[in-house]
């Protein structure tokens, strides 16, 4: 069983950044896919990122292309979400997950038997 650890969220101004961090304890990730998801009050979870093992290759929402990096470092069984230029509109609790499997499109992500974390409260004021 593994047990994930996110980081990193808190209050931020439009235009500002924030790095997440999603740590993994309880299994060795590095042959796993790992993303990002956000839900936002009232809304849906959503996909925002996804990274494969070798971290060669990344996946985006459009919604955040551009301005969103995923990264890992498997060494230290740790999962990145660096969020520049953010808007209001990214405004959610953050949340890792492993074992993403794509459903054939580069978006669509899902992590039907996947691990999450509990999130982190990323608000950014207009």
């Known amino acids: 069983q593994v047990q994930l650890v996110e980081s990193g969220g808190g209050l931020v101004q439009a235009g500002g950044s924030l790095r997440l961090s999603c740590a993994a304890s309880?299994?060795?990730?590095?042959?796993?896919?790992m993303g990002w998801y956000r839900q936002a009050p009232g809304n849906k979870r959503e996909f925002v990122a996804a990274i494969s093992w070798s971290a060669g290759s990344t996946y985006y929402a459009d919604s955040v292309k551009g301005r969103f990096t995923i990264s890992r470092d498997n060494a230290k069984n740790t999962l990145y979400l660096q969020m520049n230029s953010l808007k209001p509109e990214d405004t959610a609790v953050y949340y890792c997950?492993?074992?993403?499997?794509?459903?054939?499109?580069?978006?669509?992500?899902?992590?039907?038997?996947?691990?999450w974390g509990q999130g982190t409260q990323v608000t950014v004021s207009s």
């Open positions: 997950a492993t074992d993403l499997i794509n459903y054939g499109s580069g978006q669509n992500w899902q992590a039907p038997l996947g691990s």
């Open positions: 309880g299994r060795t990730l590095s042959r796993t896919v």
